[in-house]
């Protein structure tokens, strides 16, 4: 599964923006780099201190996905929206 999300991301244009839901500390999309913008979004606060120290052309945001965090943006926000690691 981790070699089929590594081809399609790798396949796509490094100018996207892309949104990483429930982030973690950045290990998952590390690998997927560089892109023009990526935003972290974890509800928590050390593992996106640790996020945005590896993932360059990073921002974070802390909040809890479960809250609509997706109604704060417009539908033409993000070119990639993703969640490889949401559990909670």
Do not use: H, W
């Amino acid at each position: 599964m981790s070699n089929f999300i590594n081809s399609l991301i790798q396949q796509m244009n490094p100018d996207f923006e892309v949104l990483d839901i429930c982030c973690g500390n950045g290990i998952s999309i590390q690998n997927f780099l560089p892109y023009k913008k990526i935003t972290g979004v974890d509800v928590y606060q050390p593992y996106l201190e640790e996020y945005i120290k590896r993932v360059p052309n990073s921002e974070i945001i802390q909040q809890d996905v479960a809250a609509e965090l997706l109604n704060n943006f417009s539908d033409d926000s993000y070119d990639i929206v993703m969640c490889l690691d949401g559990v909670e």
